[in-house]
């Protein structure tokens, strides 16, 4: 290696291979268990998550084989990782359908996600916000909220697992590719099937938006990848079948070809027509991610424990290198397209990208090789489709109405989270000049809402503390209780458990059913209340209970016992009814996490 060089072999110490197109960095034991998925960083190529059956997900540093993080909280195996755009968060979904979000620099988790019936099979971040979506094996596809830990929409109509789903790049779709063969297009707005792709024969494994035109390139088990214009909805091209299925396609940040990988190989393809550039026998297994950074792509692949890293020198590649001939040419991509008016091949300005590109790190490789020759003029063909850039689009809108505009029927939207979601999503429209009086009529409509449940609830507050004031308690208690209002009825159990000297069996027999609500509730403070409460109960009236379910009145009638008695059963079967119930939560997180144990281990001495 040349004296001064930097990259993947003097950063980390590896061997140089000048003749080499392609190499294996590393390969390294990443989990005690078989490992399930893995993750490069996107920003850099620099940083990998890896997700295994040992309930774990740890980070590495590209090139170092020890690990850098490890992050646990998940109570099944993990099936699917990713990062968000900075790199500053990864999230995990695993075998029970739980989706975890840990913030890396504290190696702490800031969102637990739950709705899915079935495992996680796919995970992506929203290109711009906090916005997350989720593909399973329940064939549902979830999008999240991340900052207020809430399901904004759930998008139901694939019949198979969720293999793939990315955002387009303008951040106003989603779309997804199933095991049931199929690409839906989902506009996030409306929440509606744009246009549905039917063309594979196979599962849909890996999709790409195209960084500088309307296009679309799917990977399937079919062995195949297909290239959608994304103005006509029409079928660019396909290739001719590969000899394994495929598993990761990526374009090249210019978007000249794409990459696609399958278990031993790579190819560079051309879309109008169909054409393999050039071809590489890469015995990688299972690559599960491919990027390219400084004129290399990276790609990572798994097999049981292990985990392998491997490098591609793209500059010795076709077309890179300046050889524009293509190795095989499909012949019938043009029977099977329509045939592009005569026009000169368009300019690609990078309209796609929504911000500036972050600096580029160097080179993951050896010294820079000189200057390639100026590129070659290819065959001639007919020329490409002049597509419309992204800028023109949001002026303009679509050339036609969607094929698929009907609404989904079992789109399952939360009316006031989606709202919210709308305006986040779609908040990169060109700025408009809003008055005062615009302004403060949108604030009012969004707090009437708001106002009318305070107000409603401060009523209900009012009618139970006119019944309290009365001096009965317990006629109290069963108001705010019977009013169906999970905020009133914890607001009343903090009061009450300040004040232990008016606790009886009477009142337990009142709240206990109200605390097997509250443990449902998706609030954090409705469930520590919850705990509290239940704690106290056990404690205070716990041996009581026991001791006179263990003598049961007999002989001469007693009617004071008996109704102790009466209560004394009827809690023990409530408590036993919120024991079993709550294991349910005993994977959770932080001091909720170690209240619900705690109500779990004074459950377990209760009986």
Request: a positive charge; aromatic letters at 8%; one cysteine or more.
């Amino acid at each position: 290696q040349r004296k001064g060089s930097s990259g993947i072999n003097a950063e980390y110490g590896g061997m140089t291979f000048q003749s080499k197109r392609a190499w294996r960095l590393q390969e390294f034991a990443a989990h005690g268990g078989n490992v399930n998925c893995l993750a490069l960083g996107p920003k850099k190529a620099r940083l990998m998550a890896t997700g295994g059956e040992d309930r774990k997900v740890n980070l590495w540093t590209i090139g170092s084989p020890t690990v850098t993080l490890s992050l646990s909280g998940h109570t099944s195996g993990i099936d699917c990782v990713g990062f968000d755009e900075s790199e500053e968060h990864v999230v995990a979904g695993s075998a029970s359908g739980t989706i975890k979000l840990w913030n890396i620099d504290k190696a702490q988790v800031v969102r637990t996600l739950s709705g899915h019936k079935a495992n996680i099979s796919a995970l992506a971040f929203h290109t711009y916000g906090k916005f997350l979506a989720s593909g399973s094996l329940d064939t549902n596809v979830r999008l999240w909220d991340t900052r207020r830990q809430g399901c904004i929409c759930t998008y139901k109509g694939h019949g198979g697992r969720i293999n793939c789903l990315k955002f387009s790049p303008d951040g106003k779709w989603i779309v997804t590719g199933s095991e049931d063969g199929t690409v839906k297009m989902w506009d996030l707005g409306t929440s509606k099937v744009i246009q549905e792709f039917k063309q594979h024969d196979a599962g849909v494994s890996c999709l790409q938006f195209h960084p500088c035109e309307f296009l679309l390139a799917t990977g399937s088990s079919d062995k195949t990848v297909k290239f959608w214009d994304l103005e006509t909805f029409d079928l660019v091209s396909t290739t001719n079948p590969e000899a394994k299925p495929i598993r990761q396609i990526v374009y090249d940040p210019k978007g000249d070809a794409l990459f696609s990988g399958a278990e031993d190989s790579l190819r560079v393809y051309g879309w109008e027509p169909a054409r393999v550039y050039d071809s590489l026998c890469i015995f990688w297994g299972k690559v599960a991610d491919m990027t390219v950074q400084s004129n290399q792509l990276i790609g990572a692949s798994y097999q049981h424990t292990n985990v392998a890293v491997w490098v591609v020198d793209i500059g010795k590649l076709k077309p890179f290198n300046g050889d524009v001939t293509p190795l095989v040419e499909t012949a019938d991509t043009a029977a099977s397209v329509p045939a592009a008016p005569t026009q000169a091949p368009p300019t690609r300005p990078n309209v796609l990208t929504p911000q500036p590109a972050p600096t580029q790190p160097p080179p993951l490789q050896q010294p820079a090789q000189p200057a390639p020759p100026a590129r070659q003029e290819p065959l001639k063909r007919t020329p490409p489709k002049q597509r419309k850039n992204l800028q023109h689009w949001e002026q303009k809108g679509p050339t036609q109405e969607p094929r698929y505009g009907q609404m989904n029927q079992n789109a399952d939207v939360n009316v006031a989270a989606n709202a919210l979601g709308k305006i986040s999503l779609l908040d990169n429209q060109p700025e408009q000049t809003v008055t005062e009086s615009d302004f403060m009529k949108t604030a009012a409509a969004g707090h009437r809402g708001v106002r009318d449940n305070l107000e409603a609830r401060l009523r209900n507050l009012q009618y139970v503390r006119t019944v309290w004031s009365k001096g009965d308690l317990k006629q109290a208690l069963e108001v705010a209780i019977s009013l169906d209002d999970q905020g009133i009825t914890v607001d009343i159990l903090q009061v009450i458990q300040s004040r232990p000297a008016i606790w009886d069996l009477h009142i337990c027999t009142i709240v206990l059913p109200a605390l097997r609500t509250l443990f449902h509730s998706k609030h954090e403070n409705h469930l520590f209340v919850a705990c509290s409460t239940l704690k106290h109960i056990i404690k205070s009236f716990g041996q009581l209970i026991k001791d006179n379910l263990n003598a049961p009145p007999v002989g001469n009638i007693d009617i004071t016992r008996e109704e102790r008695y009466k209560k004394c059963h009827l809690c023990h079967q409530q408590i036993a009814n919120i024991s079993r119930e709550i294991t349910r939560h005993s994977g959770a997180q932080g001091k909720l996490g170690s209240a619900i144990r705690e109500i779990i281990k004074l459950s377990e001495n209760f009986y």
